[in-house]
């Protein structure tokens, strides 16, 4: 799997968008971008996936490059609820069977009121 | 909304001790998997589980280790003799694909070894 670079942490004020990057330069062409995320304590969370194109749900949006050497998780309003160590996971796909996740160490976004 | 369950929410077990923590997936789901995360660390895939058998697993996964799916709704992990390095969140998670879409953690199971 390709690895995964992300600052250590950000802040980002309560109510503006909040744009998380992660660089994935060694990415190959079968392997899709997962964010997940962790609030305190709690289980990891998933937001998003995307593969090639830009994708969004009700939670976030995800930007992809052309080249998909790097991606933005996009928040676009921030509350103090999205506090957490957010994940970028790169996976490709193995074919078969159920395919575990390798997380790294993420960053600590803290939203400000 | 449906969510995966885990008890006990905290087991604390002497060293050497057998522990089977438990797990109830989403009922539609069909791969399963088991993490772990020591206090501080990142968490770390263990196993994943899929059509009764395991799909993958971690070096962190030795014969210490072993996963069941005894009843068609539950899904266990077994400690056989727990060490101290054993501490940790477990947290138990369902998917639908096949794709490393974990997409439903469950609370966790913080397992204390003394």
């Known amino acids: 799997d390709a690895k995964t670079t992300q600052p250590t942490s950000m802040d980002c004020a309560e109510g503006r968008a909040a744009n998380l990057p992660c660089n994935h330069s060694?990415?190959?062409?079968?392997?899709?971008v997962y964010w997940y995320r962790q609030i305190h304590s709690q289980g990891p969370q998933y937001i998003i996936h995307g593969l090639k194109n830009n994708e969004t749900n009700e939670m976030a949006s995800l930007i992809i490059t052309e080249d998909r050497k790097s991606s933005t998780l996009i928040l676009p309003h921030a509350t103090l609820r999205d506090t957490a160590v957010y994940y970028c996971i790169v996976r490709g796909y193995s074919g078969g069977g159920a395919d575990g996740l390798t997380f790294g160490k993420g960053t600590h976004l803290i939203i400000q009121p | 909304e449906p969510e995966v369950t885990q008890t006990p929410s905290h087991q604390v077990t002497q060293m050497g001790q057998e522990v089977i923590l438990h797990c109830v997936p989403i009922?539609?789901?069909?791969?399963f998997y088991w993490y772990r995360q020591i206090l501080g660390q990142k968490v770390e895939f263990l196993v994943s589980f899929y059509n009764n058998e395991i799909s993958e697993k971690s070096e962190i996964f030795d014969d210490q280790f072993s996963v069941e799916r005894p009843d068609g709704s539950n899904f266990t992990l077994k400690i056989r003799s727990t060490k101290l390095e054993d501490s940790a969140m477990y947290f138990c998670?369902?998917?639908?694909?096949?794709?490393?879409?974990?997409?439903?953690f469950g609370p966790g199971t913080r397992l204390t070894v003394l």
């Open positions: 998670a369902s998917s639908t694909t096949s794709r490393g879409l974990a997409g439903f």
């Open positions: 060694t990415i190959s062409g079968n392997e899709y």
């Open positions: 009922s539609n789901h069909l791969y």
